[in-house]
């Protein structure tokens, strides 16, 4: 059963995220030599952060780029290789590519790291993975972290299976539902608190807290997130739709909007129909490329059903599945660990109804709401 947290929405509009509180944060800074991990959507005062934190005279020597790239964002799971940033000409390591982790070597010489990207609150949303592997790399080499928080676009509900031992993945590390409804300063605090880390190492954290900011507010990014986040509507969508990847059904790439449509060549009963293409930056020979798919188009959904939001949608995959279920493979071995567990696909096999399922999953939302509530920063 669904977790409400929501009864009214705040507004943004007084909302003022970590990176621009630098009263809190910028002598912790002066005269040391810095890493950052961030990317294209790091924004504050209308710049990049770098571009920020350099004109305030600090001393940014790496900057770690995540999943997407820096600057300029690249399609999903597309290797990111290492370059020298054409702005600033400061070396940018990708931890995207060969690596995932900063090694000892890339921190030779840094006294500080700053962490500073846009999460979605989704648990497959692979930042939060990035944050992991920064935190221990810093625990290891004794490099304090300062995470710059940033809202949570779906940070005001909490639904979808725990991730179950043993479905542990870059898409999914740690024993959380598929929404968590943090802030990733929050969750980064979790991670240290839990125990999460390699060998239960700890992290020197130090997180920079938003302001004006609680888990009702209703925060429209101003920056796509991803390259293939491009409005909230696809935000809010994406913890649905993004099942589909596991199974045979597009869930909208390599169109103008991911992630807010979902349909397969043979899903007939479809009222909307969409033909991938490629798309730089966004999605190269996507799934069923030139081939006309039918399915159904969410296009302004949540505009229009406010009451639906804060919910996994689980009837469309069920919907799919029953369909298309009996003539194909629908199901791919990626599907368990976006859901981190074998069980929900196991279930829609069986037949099993969208209540059911959800009350299957309340006893492990329980618990975490128990571990959650203990590192939460906000109302």
Known sequence: MLIPLLTTFHSQAQVKTGAERTDLYASALRGKSMAIVANGASMMFGSNVVDALLSMGCNVKII?????????????????????????????????????????????????????????????????????????????????LIVLDRPNPNGFYIDGPVLEPGFASYTGMHPVPIVYGMTIGEYAQMVNGEGWLTNGMKCDLRVVPLENYTHQTLYELPV????????????????????????????????????EMYGHPELFSGSYSFTPRSIPSMSLHPPFEGKQCWGFAFL????????????????????????????????????????????LREQILKGVNVEDIRDSWEPALQKFQVTRAKYLLYE
Not at 69 to 86: K, L, T, V, W, Y
Not at 227 to 242: D, F, K, R
Request: proline share 7%; hydrophobic share 35%.
């Open 64 to 144: 770690f780029s995540p999943e997407h790239g820096f600057r300029q964002f690249s399609e999903a799971g597309q290797g990111i290789e290492n370059f020298s940033d054409p702005v600033t000409g400061i070396p940018v390591i990708s931890l995207y590519g060969n690596k995932k982790k900063p090694s000892a070597e890339d921190l030779r010489g840094i006294e500080a790291m700053v962490f500073d990207l846009q999460d979605v609150g989704v648990r497959f949303f692979t930042y939060i993975s990035t944050l992991t592997y920064v935190m221990e790399a810093c625990a290891e080499n004794r490099i304090p």
């Open 300 to 343: 302004g959904w949540t505009a229009a059903y406010p009451e639906k939001m804060g919910k996994i949608q689980l009837s469309w995959l069920i919907d799919a599945f029953a369909e298309l279920g009996s003539k194909k493979e629908f199901f791919t071995e990626y599907f368990d660990k976006l859901a981190g567990n074998s069980s």
């Open 224 to 259: 796509k997130p991803s390259p293939n986040l491009t409005n909230m509507n696809a935000v809010y969508l994406y913890p649905s739709i993004c099942l589909f990847e596991g199974t045979v059904v597009s869930p909208g790439r390599g169109t103008d909007h991911p992630f």
